[in-house]
Antibody
Framework: QVQLQESGPGLVKPSETLSLTCTVS????????WSWIRQPPGKGLEWIGY???????NYNPSLKSRVTISVDTSKNQFSLKLSSVTTADTAVYYC??????????????????WGQGTLVTVSS | EIVLTQSPGTLSLSPGERATLSCRAS???????LAWYQQKPGQAPRLLIY???SRATGIPDRFSGSGSGTDFTLTISRLEPEDFAVYYC?????????FGQGTKLEIK
């Protein structure tokens, strides 16, 4: 079955750019939407954005100015960049595959499966 | 964006009891595009329910979802020890996708 694994630095300095990669195994990245979701320690879940395998994206307006999600189908990977980070960006970052349907161009998806998550701490 | 409010914040029950968790949306969720997830400490969330009432693959039938419009419910008919966890609802009817703040189900 499909498995996802996040990778990247666990510590990022304030004002710098957070960069994470999600590697998909056991299946192809093609044909699906892929998302990043984060969870600050002890708090709830926040959707960051998604990318379709073809490269189209949709971001949460709350983070849109700082987020870039990209895909590399040859490596079966997609990536997250979050710029100008502050301590408020400290969180466990999850990648996930989306499933659902697209109706009249509008995407309606839930998340399954998820990666195990990776903790990124923003600190000097 | 659609705000999801879950209640109660914490639910204390014993194994064998019935659990009823609520998720209320600030506006109607189109086509009942609502999912439920279970999260245990140190683990990623796991999909339980999608489309408000469809169980995901491998999810026991003691888990059921219901509701429409702005009011949704997750019911666990008879609690097993492994069911004590945090539960989140998520709407995917409109962008941005949003989650509720979670309900912690703890052993009484």
């Amino acid at each position: 079955q499909v498995q996802l694994q996040e990778s990247g630095p666990g510590l990022v300095k304030p004002s710098e750019t957070l960069s994470l990669t999600c590697t998909v195994s056991g299946g192809s990245i093609s044909g699906y939407y892929w998302s990043w979701i984060r969870q600050p320690p002890g708090k709830g879940l926040e959707w960051i954005g998604y990318i379709y395998y073809s490269g189209s994206t949709n971001y949460n307006p709350s983070l849109k100015s700082r987020v870039t999600i990209s895909v590399d189908t040859s490596k079966n990977q997609f990536s997250l960049k979050l710029s100008s980070v502050t301590t408020a960006d400290t969180a466990v970052y999850y990648c996930a595959r989306e499933q659902g349907r697209t109706i009249f161009g509008v995407v309606h998806n839930w998340f399954d499966p998820w990666g195990q998550g990776t903790l990124v701490t923003v600190s000097s | 964006e659609i705000v999801l409010t879950q209640s109660p914040g914490t639910l204390s029950l014993s194994p064998g009891e019935r659990a009823t968790l609520s998720c209320r949306a600030s506006q109607s969720v189109s086509n009942n595009y609502l999912a439920w997830y279970q999260q245990k400490p140190g683990q990623a969330p796991r999909l339980l329910i999608y489309g408000a009432s469809s169980r995901a693959t491998g999810i026991p039938d003691r888990f059921s979802g219901s509701g429409s419009g702005t009011d949704f419910t997750l019911t666990i008919s008879r609690l097993e020890p492994e069911d004590f966890a945090v539960y989140y609802c998520q709407q995917y009817g409109s962008s941005p996708y949003t989650f509720g703040q979670g309900t912690k189900l703890e052993i009484k």
